[in-house]
């Protein structure tokens, strides 16, 4: 079992920056990839971003390549969301994510869920 913490979130204005933290406790956290997704309101989850084990691949989805960046600590147990750049489209819970099973962009293929945290940008 992994449990994941997700925290960061809030209200911030069109052109902000914010960063997402996700903590992990239980099992190896090194041997899970993670990701991030969201989730708007009226509208499907939506894979935003993940990285790998090491870290050394990241993915993410053309709405947000360019402005957010993935990344994770695993000294730390922990992944961040930086998002720059932030526009009311992104507004969302953010869902982070770990799957024992590699890289994906399918939220099926993502076995542990944070409980999500709400990011709102205002125009």
């Known amino acids: 079992q992994v449990q994941l913490v997700d925290s960061g979130g809030g209200l911030v204005q069109a052109g902000d920056s914010l960063r997402l933290s996700c903590a992990a406790s239980?099992?190896?956290?090194?041997?899970?990839?993670m990701a991030w997704f969201r989730q708007a309101p009226g509208k499907e989850r939506e894979f935003v971003g993940a990285?790998?084990?090491?870290?050394?691949?990241?993915s993410y989805a053309d709405s947000v390549k360019g402005r957010f960046t993935i990344s994770r600590d695993n000294a730390k147990s922990t992944v961040y969301l930086q998002m720059n750049s932030l526009n009311t489209e992104d507004t969302a819970v953010y869902y982070c994510?770990?799957?024992?099973?590699?890289?994906?962009?399918?939220?099926?293929?993502?076995?542990?869920w944070g409980q999500g945290t709400q990011v709102t940008v205002s125009a």
């Open positions: 994510a770990a799957s024992p099973s590699g890289f994906s962009h399918y939220a099926s293929q993502y076995n542990y």
């Open positions: 239980g099992r190896t956290f090194s041997n899970y990839a």
């Open positions: 990285i790998s084990w090491t870290g050394s691949i990241t």
